[in-house]
């Protein structure tokens, strides 16, 4: 069945496991990420890393090591998260990439557009705090 809307796995992945280590106060690893969620503890690291390189998370190394949020859970967006993962939320005014439309008005009525917006405004206004 086709799906209106859908989010990449590393994007999912990204935002669960920042919850979850806004959550822990004392970081958490990738290991028990990928038991509570069920993903792939290498891909979770992988992505972690990303996460890591986008200056949002701090790591340590080691038995007792873990990931633990660089910034406060309230300064944090999901917004912020997406992107570091997925790159800027693209908005364009047309689904074929064209500049002139070749029919009278958007067979879409932009509804992709306001989508995207809408989805964008909601994962801005949502910071870590709110899921701790």
Known sequence: MA?????SDAASIAIHSMVLIARSENGINAVKIAEYTGFSKNHISKILQRLVKDDLLSSVRGPSGGF???KRPEDITLLTIYEAIEGPLDIKECLMSLEVCRFDQCIMGNVVNKMTLEFRRFLG???LKAYI
């Open 68 to 70: 633990s949020l660089k």
């Open 125 to 127: 206004e949502q910071t």
């Open 3 to 7: 799906k209106i809307f859908s989010m």
